[in-house]
């Protein structure tokens, strides 16, 4: 039998792993020797989940939420399938944990929370239900596999979050874009969390030139100000965007129904990434394939080493990057 | 604004391209210089949305079938997402019609049903809904961008079609193969169509092991009697599969519910290779941030040029592969 870190939180369906499964058991006390507790402060939703949920239940949002953590023992939407990452305080970890943390650091967890075993005791008292970030007092397990990151003390915690969240992203394109010899790198959600980081990244990796794709002039007017883009094109990514041929086409827009307007806008030999969870993979599959389009279609793994500090140096070294960002998180 | 291959055929929602389409103008008239009429002969089911078309429907898939092809003037699964294949003969070709067939051709084509406006003329009368190779009278449109290929003459018109449908898989297999020195190649679904395929192509672009991972002994017993897998493990693909550790992971099986395991098959620097249209992108992309497993998602891209002319020289060269595909083709 193969070691499957947290397997023993599965309440079912039986032999799945815990991303899979429908139910963990989320007791706070520690089931084995390679598990960290982490007293919870804060959830940051996933944009796709956050959208859903917000959608389909409106102010009734934060039932949906203790709802959901109280049947599934994890922050885990059934209809996105995503969830989001925490941040809290570590309060006891075996002696078998390779998480890196200890007692009293205050971290944030850097694997998604449709994982995570999750006990929420405040009832969400204090989120209003109308942003991503929830605050938020409970018990989280994180197992001998889990990435974490501690809370940098040079930035506020909520950017930080931010930032964590989303910084697979600019470390898979960094990877990505290395690959080629000073490719055109399009981001569509440039304006974005993951498209701003991703676009600096791009920059930083060898990107000759680089195109964001934003859906109004708002956003073109936010991506234009922080300098990360040499190039901008209003579009509804939805449809084929005129004019974009890039060697590298990452995307980072939470909307369905944008495989193939990437595809499109990627020469033959290219790669597309695909960040958003509202990705539909038999869309891009297909979609490729009927547009006879030789592009590599990458799936964006969320894991990459060393993204979390990839992301922070970003951060810290891209006076526009940041601003941008901090302004999103504000408005957010 | 781009030159869309087809997008004159969306009948809705306005704007997306054909594949994302609801509803395809499926009219046997040729619209523009550059399509192709072909009076269909037969059409093959994706295994997915056949599968899922007979468990829903049981015997009455048929009217289920004729349903979807008139409401979408295509025969695109709603529930799946997924299509198929046809063949059939060029009727008449418009003077800027790319494809590369004349007619009298007797062809397949190589990108998805999904896409590919349909009229179905004789109710699929002789089809017994029993499997995905539909016996069928009707007419199709091929647009600029479709790719087809002439049917040879010294093999089977269903054996063909079959290679032909799965020939994304052995060509995509082939080239991420030859990007690892000497890598252990695991193909999850070893036995089926795009999995002996695969596991013959990823011998040929220099695997130095190959393992065929399989349901059950029956279907363990006839990937044995093929000699493409140098070692064979009998696993649920569901679940974590014991003692597997590849550098290239390719999944074939069409069960939802196999991407962590596959995921977890693979080395830290490896890339997994999703040919299974049963494949969750979020599952994917989360489990793998999950496992904090640095390794390389693809999603398998059914197209890669040369793929049909490779794919069935696999299948004359290699003398179990052609046994095993035609024995499968005959029980399907």
């Not at 917000?54 to 023992?73: K, M, Q, S, T």
């Not at 996105?80 to 205050?106: H, K, N, W």
């Not at 930035?155 to 874009?177: E, Y």
Request: aromatic letters at 4%; proline letters at 6%; one cysteine or more.
């Amino acid at each position: 039998m193969v070691d499957v870190p947290g397997a023993h939180r599965v309440l079912g369906p039986p032999g799945v792993l815990p991303q899979a499964a429908w139910r963990l058991d989320p007791d706070p006390a520690l089931k084995d020797t390679a598990e960290t507790r982490v007293r919870v402060e804060r959830l940051n939703l996933d944009a796709a989940s956050f959208r859903q949920l917000r959608d389909a239940h409106g102010d009734r949002v934060r039932d949906e939420v203790l709802r959901i953590v109280a049947e599934r023992g994890k922050m885990h939407n059934p209809v996105t399938g995503s969830g989001g990452m925490l941040i809290g305080v570590v309060e006891e970890s075996g002696p078998d944990a390779t998480v890196g943390v200890r007692p009293g650091d205050r971290i944030a967890t850097l694997v998604s929370l449709t994982l995570t075993p999750l006990t929420i005791t405040d009832g969400l008292a204090r989120w209003d239900g109308r942003a991503e970030q929830v605050p938020c007092d409970g018990f989280a397990i994180l197992h001998g596999r889990t990435v974490a990151a501690v809370l940098p003390g040079d930035l506020d915690a909520a950017l930080a979050l931010a930032v964590f969240d989303v910084c697979g992203a600019p470390a898979l394109t960094a990877r990505v874009v290395a690959g080629y010899h000073r490719p055109v790198v399009a981001v569509i959600g440039g304006s974005g969390k993951s498209g701003s980081l991703s676009l600096a990244a791009a920059r930083r990796a060898g990107a000759s030139r680089t195109v964001g794709v934003c859906p109004d002039g708002t956003e073109a007017a936010r991506l234009r100000e922080s300098g990360l883009a040499d190039e901008i094109v209003v579009a509804d990514a939805r449809a084929p965007i005129g004019g974009v041929r890039a060697d590298v086409t990452v995307v980072c827009v939470d909307v369905p129904g944008c495989e193939h307007a990437a595809i499109l806008a990627t020469r033959d030999g290219g790669t597309v990434v695909f960040f958003s969870m509202a990705t539909s993979f038999t869309a891009a599959a297909l979609g490729a394939e009927g547009l006879a389009a030789d592009v590599t279609l990458l799936i964006g793994n969320g894991y990459v080493p060393g993204h979390a500090r990839m992301a922070l140096d970003l951060i810290r070294a891209t006076p526009g990057l940041r601003q941008l960002f901090t302004r999103r998180l504000r408005a957010d």
